[in-house]
Structure formats: C-alpha cells, structure tokens
C-alpha cells in the first residue's frame, strides 16, 4: 500500500513562495506518474500539474503555467511543486496523487493513490 505525505504548506503573502514536498511510502516510486491537485472551499478538486514516472515529462493546468514547477527525486521517493508568484485565487488545500503507470494523467479519476493534503493560504 503506498502511503503518500505532503508538506510545505502555509500562509503567505500574494506574491510569495512556497515548496511543497510529497513523500511516497510503501511501493515502488519510480515507477509511479504523480500529480498535484488542489481543491478550493466549496469548489471540486481540480488538477494542478504532473510529471512522468522518469520525470522527463511534466504537464501544468493553464492557470499555473510560468508560476509553478513540478520536479521529482526519485532516489528520495519524493515529489515537489514550487509555488512562485501566489496569488489570492491559489489558496486551497493541495493534494498529492500517485498512479500505477509511468505516463501523466490530468483527471483525479486516474490516480490510485492520495495524500492528507496540505493548506496553502495566500493573502491579499
């Protein structure tokens, strides 16, 4: 069973940063595709960006693209999203997902595995 914790969430001013850490448990990492989701109050869980299980491919959400970057240590079991820029419209819980395939997935549906979430709250 792979266990998956995130970490690096907080408060930050519009404008700031934040790294978010993933670390994976309990499988095979290296051979798992993973993504970042993020899920708003009131607002359906909704795909942020997603790399490769070799890292060599990576995918974001428009509304992210230049601001965030995904990357992954696989010698780590670990997968990051860098949060530059934030805005006020990026506070949400953000969630990591693993999938048992190498290649990416944009839809929520395709990941077999889950984090707790961690909160990423911007102000204005």
């Known amino acids: 069973q792979v266990q998956l914790v995130e970490s690096g969430g907080g408060l930050v001013q519009a404008g700031g940063s934040l790294r978010l850490s993933c670390a994976a448990s309990g499988g095979t990492f290296s051979s798992y595709a993973m993504g970042w989701f993020r899920q708003a109050p009131g607002k359906e869980r909704e795909f942020v960006s997603a790399?490769?299980?070799?890292?060599?491919?990576?995918y974001y959400a428009d509304f992210v693209k230049g601001r965030f970057t995904i990357s992954r240590d696989n010698a780590k079991n670990t997968v990051f999203l860098q949060l530059n820029n934030l805005k006020p419209e990026d506070t949400a819980v953000y969630y990591c997902a693993g999938r048992g395939a190498y290649s990416i997935a944009t839809s929520r549906y395709e990941y077999d595995y889950w984090g707790q979430g961690t909160q990423v709250t911007v102000s204005s």
């Open positions: 790399i490769s299980a070799t890292g060599a491919s990576k």
